[in-house]
């Protein structure tokens, strides 16, 4: 088959367009022709991305973790999944990726792909969707009539955060650039702070929950919005012992797991309208390299998805 491999740790320079073993079927997998797979391009300074689960080195290995693809055949032990089955989910991390014609993943990490979009929208969806359902309705507890602040509302995560939240009837402000604003209401935020005109901490007070998904200086200016009692959920890096106690809130930071009975929630709210994938580029699968380079460099909304094959 042929697949996109990064041959070291580094950024898009190390990665190739190259033949590739088709890969091991293992317990309780499926083997999926790829149609389509989401790039993060932060994946490339993962650790998983060149290790396996038990810290072993694997490389040459296969980024990207979000595909849509159809089921080629199962491991004895699937019965829940049949050749034909047109899925998307979450690749496991410490194994390698979907950027390639076929990949193995977990039969628990895969759920029938919304019907009524393609596998290049579905694979923009497993691991944004995933993580905004996770944190703000597993960690957060987000409820209707709470307010929750998603920095980064255009972006990956925070356009589909902005989306479930408003489904759950909270209050959803969201920081954007200026030329994004208008994009991020129209995904149902209710307000929206340009970050680079108003400093959202001297705007808000007593928010319930904030969404982190830019660290560094942000998570840290966060902490004053919050009401006692409030979440801060950070998807960027753990928190220090003792700072969000300080603060007199919860303070969380998680790594995404798959989760077939939320993506089949997932799936009923996009065949719904009520949630849409958000998309900013699609390139063939050989251009990968481009693709991961454009995700550093370029500020649109929405995810960038490499396509394996026409669907």
Do not use: C
């Amino acid at each position: 088959m042929k697949a996109i491999r990064t041959h070291g740790r580094g950024g898009p320079e190390q990665l190739f367009f190259e033949d590739a073993p088709l890969p091991e079927v293992r317990r309780g997998d499926v083997l999926l022709q790829v149609r389509a797979t989401g790039i993060t391009p932060t994946e490339l300074t993962w650790d998983e991305t060149y290790q396996n689960a038990d810290g072993a080195p694997r490389i040459p290995s296969i980024p990207g973790h979000e595909v849509s693809g159809v089921v080629e055949r199962m491991a004895p032990d699937v019965t829940d999944l049949r050749p034909g089955d047109e899925v998307y989910g979450l690749a496991d991390f410490p194994r390698d990726g979907a950027a390639a014609e076929f990949a193995a993943v977990r039969a628990a990490n895969l759920a029938l792909k919304p019907r009524s979009i393609a596998h290049v929208q579905a694979a923009a969806l497993p691991l944004s969707a995933l993580t905004a359902w996770q944190a703000l309705f597993e960690h957060a507890h987000l409820v209707a009539g709470q307010s929750v602040l998603i920095h980064g509302g255009a972006g990956g995560v925070g356009s589909l955060a902005v989306q479930l939240a408003r489904w759950r009837r909270a209050r959803v402000i969201a920081t954007a650039s200026g030329r994004d604003t208008a994009f991020v209401r129209s995904l149902g935020a209710d307000d929206v702070i340009d970050y680079h005109a108003t400093r959202f901490e001297e705007a808000l007070r007593d928010v319930d929950v904030v969404l982190d998904t830019i660290g560094g200086e942000t998570r840290e200016r966060s902490w004053r919005v919050l009401r006692k009692g409030g979440a801060l959920i950070t998807l960027v890096s753990p928190i220090p012992a003792g700072v969000a106690e300080q603060h007199g809130v919860r303070g969380i930071f998680f790594i995404v797991r798959g989760d077939r009975g939320q993506l089949d929630q997932i799936s009923a709210l996009v065949d719904e309208e009520k949630l849409k994938p958000v998309i900013a580029e699609v390139l063939p699968l050989a251009r990968a390299r481009e693709a991961f380079e454009l995700g550093a460099e370029i500020h649109s909304p929405g995810k960038i998805v490499l396509q394996a094959r026409a669907a």
